[in-house]
């Protein structure tokens, strides 16, 4: 269709061509083109001295008298009420140790984890946001004006949609909590809501 006009076609039409691109993408390269959005969304620091989006391991988090946020990746998404949510699993780990040395400055580190239960809803709108890009780099189509146009509007709408899923996803503050020295740290974990920048 094209405003008014309807006709029939033996080509695919645009949002068929974007829904099987959308299906054949591997989750890898899902999760890496989200990663990389969520560093640009991720923004000022904040209060915090540096932050720290999907370190790829503990010794990327220094161990300095600073207060950080470590956001962490899609990979380990947090399970609300889980002992063994993968969220927690890398944040112990990332407090514990800094590379091969025991953390001294664990008092200085907060984590930001993605909610599992919305991840799924993100890596849609992450796929059409890849597939629609493609479409718009693939010099092989035979386009019409009006389909540029409409392809650049999907890419720009899919790009707000991910980014709007960023900030409704990484909704769990993991804070490290130790009433006695003695005593073996306690997560408070804190369901963030809102709509505003990350950190």
Partial sequence: SDGARYWYSTQPSLKRLADDRAAQLDVH????????VLREETGSRGEFAAVHPVPASSGDVPDEPEARLVIIGPEHPH??????????????????????????YQNMVVFLAPDKQRLHELEEATRFHLAWMSIAN????????????????????????????????WAWLLVPSQADPRAPVEWLPTRLQGQEEIV
């Avoid at 002992?83 to 001294?104: C, I, K, W």
């Avoid at 009006?146 to 790009?159: D, F, G, L, N, W």
Wanted: glycine letters at 6%; zero cysteines; aromatic letters at 2%.
């Fill in 29 to 36: 390269e899902v999760w890496a083109h989200l990663i990389g």
């Fill in 79 to 104: 399970i609300a009420k889980d002992e063994q949510s993968p969220a927690l699993v890398l944040a112990r780990e990332v407090l514990a140790t800094r590379g091969n040395s025991p953390r001294l």
């Fill in 138 to 169: 693939d010099g092989s189509l035979d386009l019409t004006q009006s389909q540029t146009q409409q392809i650049k509007a999907r890419q720009k709408e899919m790009r707000e949609t991910v980014g709007a899923r960023i900030r409704e996803t």
